[in-house]
């Protein structure tokens, strides 16, 4: 969905770098997520964010943080990678004024060797 | 804990077929259902939804049926094309938990 932006596209990287991934979205709204999924599994949820001023904790926030710099942008970051974070990251958004369906950006591949 | 699961992880039907795809979910206190579909590189796509006060919600070429009685969600595909072939995930949200759990998925592959 073009309305959700992200970036990089595929990073590779190395044990013990400090990584951030970006999501920009054009959809106004106020919720947004980030998910990790493993090959062949479903999609894990590691922070959510249903405003500016606020940030919880998924299944899986063990190694990561988060950022909402604002209310179209939510940054993920890995302070210290490590092989077993290599995934697919996906950002999402959704707008609970409606239905809560959450919409997905095109993913972020990252490779921690 | 409670989760969201699929019977199947892969599915095959002739093109023009009928897909049926199955979910089961556990949490009684769901009250809002989704299905998405996620090809090869790309985010997962919305695809339908369904609250639980409805059986059935009907969108172009897809179905989806909810059978609260034995927790059971399925999405069907009309006519199936080749443009179907995609892994497919259903989603439940708990009413108040403000966030979706997710099914593991199923590959539906379309044999010409």
């Known amino acids: 969905d073009a309305d959700v932006t992200q970036t990089p596209r595929n990073r590779i990287t190395k044990t013990g770098k400090r990584i951030m991934l970006e999501c920009s979205q054009t959809k106004g709204h106020d919720r947004m997520y980030w998910y990790r999924q493993d090959p062949g599994l479903g999609l894990q949820l590691i922070y959510y964010?249903?405003?500016?001023?606020?940030?919880n904790k998924g299944e899986i926030s063990d190694g990561y943080s988060v950022s909402r710099q604002a209310q179209a942008k939510f940054s993920l970051s890995l302070e210290s990678a490590i092989p077993n974070q290599t995934a697919l990251y996906f950002c999402a958004t959704s707008d609970y004024s409606s239905t809560d369906t959450q919409y997905f950006g095109p993913g972020t591949r990252l490779t921690v060797l | 804990g409670e989760s969201v699961g699929l019977h199947l992880p892969t599915l095959s039907v002739q093109e023009g077929d009928n897909s049926i795809i199955n979910c089961a979910y556990s949490?009684?206190?769901?009250?809002?259902f989704i299905w998405y579909k996620q090809e090869s590189g790309k985010g997962p796509q919305f695809i339908i939804d369904?609250?639980?006060?409805?059986d059935k919600r009907q969108g172009q070429r897809v179905t989806v049926l909810l059978n609260k009685t034995v927790k059971h969600l399925s999405l069907q595909i009309a006519a199936t094309q080749p443009g179907d072939s995609a892994v497919y995930f259903c989603a439940e949200n708990e009413r108040g938990a403000q966030k979706l759990v997710f099914g593991q998925g199923t590959r539906l592959t379309i044999n010409p």
């Open positions: 369904i609250r639980s006060n409805m």
């Open positions: 949490n009684s206190a769901s009250d809002y």
């Open positions: 964010s249903f405003d500016v001023k606020d940030i």
